[in-house]
């Protein structure tokens, strides 16, 4: 089955303790992407990946930091996490080109305490 | 800057009626595209419809269609026969950018259908 994989679902922790959200695509896809999700904000990028070793800020990168070193694979690393990062985030990924949706994994909630 | 707005925070439509979810855009790019998402209470994200600035004809994917209008850059969603299945957040969404690169989501409408 076609899917992105997000690990973990939920967590809660607490103020800087390191963590690592991971994602997972199984389609090949060349693009991939980070988004949180606010009340009233919809969804913004924290981060994108055109292709392998290709990452790049979107709107929201402070605080975040992103690695592909496989095109399947595009964990978001939280280095000293704060509570203003507690948050909805989800992983997507697709093709690249204007015709292309992404496809979202089930999405990963933080609570930072 | 690439912006999306959609002005109605919450829409009431009653069962089986159709309902129009309002979407504008700003972009200067000449090719994008639009895309709407579904995100019902369980929280994942549905891919509904996509829209060309090219494509002469608006969108259609069933019950959904989408009325494009490029010259006032709106790019509203319509709801026919809604369904109680239908209550969620609605996104609206734009792709632009050489590659495709820039994806950009506006703040959503929670849509409530009335049985």
């Known amino acids: 089955e076609a899917q992105v994989t997000q690990n973990p679902r939920y967590l809660i922790t607490v103020t800087g303790k390191k963590l690592t959200v991971t994602c997972s695509q199984n389609?090949?896809?060349?693009?991939m992407s980070w988004y949180r999700q606010d009340p009233g904000l919809g969804l913004r990028q924290i981060y994108y990946s055109m292709n392998v070793e290709a990452t790049d800020k979107g709107d929201v990168p402070e605080g975040y930091k992103v690695s592909r070193k496989e095109k399947r694979n595009f964990p978001l690393i939280l280095e000293s996490p704060s509570p203003n990062q507690t948050s909805l985030y989800f992983c997507a990924s697709s093709l690249t080109g204007i015709n292309q949706p992404q496809h979202f994994g089930d999405g990963t909630r933080l609570s930072i305490l | 800057a690439q912006k999306i707005t959609q002005t109605q925070p919450g829409m009431f439509v009653q069962e089986k009626e159709a309902v129009t979810l309002d979407c504008t855009y700003d972009t200067s790019d000449p090719s994008y595209g639009l895309f709407w998402y579904k995100q019902p209470s369980s929280g994942e994200m549905i891919f509904l419809i996509y829209q060309g600035s090219y494509d002469q004809q608006n969108a259609t994917e069933g019950r959904y269609s989408l009325n494009f209008q490029k010259a006032r850059k709106s790019a509203n969603l319509v709801i026919s026969a809604s369904q109680l299945g239908d209550s969620a957040m609605y996104f609206c969404?734009?792709?632009?950018?050489?590659?495709?690169?820039?994806?950009?989501f506006g703040p959503g409408t929670r849509l409530s259908v009335l049985p």
């Open positions: 969404a734009m792709r632009d950018g050489p590659y495709g690169q820039n994806f950009v």
């Open positions: 389609m090949n896809h060349e693009y």
